[in-house]
C-alpha cells in the first residue's frame, strides 16, 4: 500500500477509535448477539487452540471473541489507536492477544491455522493481493471473511440501511464513525462502495485459489437495531454452510 495512503487510512481509524465501540453495529449489544458471534467463529474456525490471525482487527470484535473461546490470536492493525483499545479490552477480560501494528497485507511471520477479518476488504486498495497474502499465511489454513451488505450493492438493504439511519437520528444517537473517507481516498479503493458477495467470492477463489463456502448471518430480528448484519464467507471446503 502506497505511504501516504496507507497514512490516511491510519489518521481516520485513530480518530475514530475513542468512540468506535460505542456504535451497536460495531459490538453485539445483547447477551444473545454475544452468543451468536461466538457461535459463529466456533462454528467456522479450526478447533481451539488452533492460531489465528485477525486481519484489521481494529478495537478487537473477533480477536476478543476468539480468544474467549481459547484460540491463539495475533491481531494485526495499521491503527495504533485502535490497537490500543484493543490491548485494553484483552487486558481487562484477562485475555492474552498478540497485537501488531501494520498493514494487513504483510501478515506477521508465522503460519496460521486461520485468518479472519470483519469489514477490512472495502478499505484495501488491492483486496485480491491481500487475500493471496492471507492465504500464504495459513496455507492449510481457513480464511473466514465476515462481510455485510452495505453501500450501493443491494437496493433493499440499502432502504433497510436508510431506516436504520433515519431511526438513529430520531434516538439522537451518536453516529457509527467520527467522519467519512474523503472522495480522494475512495476513489483508491475498489471495494469502498460496497460490495455483493459474488464479488467477494470470486474474489476468493481467484486470489486464495481455494473453494468458497457462504454462510447468511442475518440476524433479523435486530436487523433495524443495527446490529450485525453479515455474510461470512469461508474457504474452507469441510465449512457446513
Ligand atoms: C471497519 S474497521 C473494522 C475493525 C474490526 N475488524 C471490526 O470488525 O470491528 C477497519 C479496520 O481496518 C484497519 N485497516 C485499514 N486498512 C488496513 C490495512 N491496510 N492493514 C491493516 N489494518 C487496516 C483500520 O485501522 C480499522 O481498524
Known sequence: MRVDLADSVRRFWDADAA????????????????????????????????????????????????????????AVDLSPGMLARLRESAEREGLSIEA?????????????????????????????????AWRQAAPEGRLVLFEGL????????????????????????????????DAELVAELPLATGAHPDEFIRLVEQSARAPSA??????????WAGAPRGASLATHPEVDP
Open 19 to 74: 468512540t468506535y465501540d460505542r456504535s451497536p453495529d460495531h459490538g453485539a449489544a445483547t447477551p444473545t448477539e454475544r452468543a451468536a458471534w461466538s457461535a459463529a467463529l466456533a462454528r467456522l474456525l479450526p478447533p481451539a487452540p488452533a492460531r489465528v490471525l485477525d486481519a484489521g482487527a481494529g478495537t478487537g470484535f473477533l480477536s476478543l471473541g476468539a480468544a474467549r473461546l481459547g484460540y491463539q490470536v495475533t
Open 100 to 132: 501488531v501494528e501494520g498493514g494487513a497485507e504483510h501478515p506477521p511471520p508465522g503460519q496460521f491455522d486461520a485468518v479472519i477479518e470483519r469489514h477490512l476488504l472495502w478499505t484495501l486498495p488491492d483486496p485480491a493481493a491481500a487475500l493471496t
Open 150 to 181: 452495505w453501500g450501493r450493492v443491494d437496493p433493499i438493504e440499502r432502504l433497510r440501511q436508510q431506516a436504520r439511519e433515519g431511526w438513529r437520528r430520531l434516538r439522537r444517537e451518536p453516529d457509527h464513525h467520527h467522519g467519512h473517507y
Open 214 to 223: 457462504y454462510t447468511g448471518l442475518t440476524a433479523s430480528w435486530r436487523a
